[in-house]
T-cell receptor, first 114, second 110 residues
Framework: EAQVTQNPRYLITVTGKKLTVTCSQN?????MSWYRQDPGLGLRQIYY???????DKGDVPEGYKVSRKEKRNFPLILESPSPNQTSLYFC?????????????FGPGTRLTVT | KNEVEQSPQNLTAQEGEFITINCSYS?????LHWLQQHPGGGIVSLFM???GKKKHGRLIATINIQEKHSSLHITASHPRDSAVYIC????????????FGTGTRLTIIP
């Protein structure tokens, strides 16, 4: 089954404790992206990747890092989480950045930073 | 500023009613996406449009490029259609970046 998976689905952590949210897709997609969703603000792009070893900042990259060492994986790293990073996070992928193409979303990761 | 405006923000209707959700954007786009988010949180792609009209079961999406406007229609609405519907656009910037509206919360009452 074609899908985007994220782990963990729920995470409660404390300020400053490094964490990684994993994202994996099994569709051989070139393009992957991370979004955060906050009430009243909608979804906003954090980082995106057009292919292996090619990443770039989205609209709200501060406090986040990403890497794309393999085509299928695109982890989101919070080196020193803060309470303002409490949010619902979605990973998405599409066939290519030379689209437009339909985007496939992961199930979401609900992060709480205390 | 590239903005995506959706209306209404909230919509409550009786089962069986015809539903229309609107989306307007400010500059030229390469594509417009309609997404559905159920209370569990997952996001599903319903349509991707560059022009004209698409139909999928009881759902119809239209786009008017000149007017910079799109509509999502649901015919014979059902309680299972209750969800947040999100409009997102891709601008002509050579990547797949989506700019999202804030969503329309639809509730269908049996």
């Amino acid at each position: 089954e074609a899908q985007v998976t994220q782990n963990p689905r729920y995470l409660i952590t404390v300020t400053g404790k490094k964490l990684t949210v994993t994202c994996s897709q099994n569709m051989n997609h070139e393009y992957m992206s991370w979004y955060r969703q906050d009430p009243g603000l909608g979804l906003r792009q954090i980082y995106y990747s057009m292919n292996v070893e090619v990443t770039d900042k989205g609209d709200v990259p501060e406090g986040y890092k990403v890497s794309r060492k393999e085509k299928r994986n695109f982890p989101l790293i919070l080196e020193s989480p803060s309470p303002n990073q409490t949010s619902l996070y979605f990973c998405a992928s599409s066939f290519s950045s030379q689209g437009p193409y339909e985007q496939y979303f992961g199930p979401g990761t609900r992060l709480t930073v205390t | 500023k590239n903005e995506v405006e959706q209306s209404p923000q909230n919509l409550t209707a009786q089962e069986g009613e015809f539903i229309t959700i609107n989306c307007s954007y400010s500059v030229g786009i390469s594509a417009l996406h309609w997404l559905q988010q159920h209370p569990g949180g997952g996001i599903v792609s319903l349509f991707m449009l560059s022009s004209g009209k698409k139909k999928h079961g009881r759902l119809i999406a239209t786009i008017n490029i000149q007017e910079k406007h799109s509509s999502l229609h649901i015919t014979a609405s059902h309680p299972r259609d209750s969800a947040v519907y999100i409009c997102a656009v891709e601008y002509d910037f050579g990547n797949e970046k989506l700019t999202f509206g804030t969503g329309t919360r639809l509730t269908i009452i049996p």
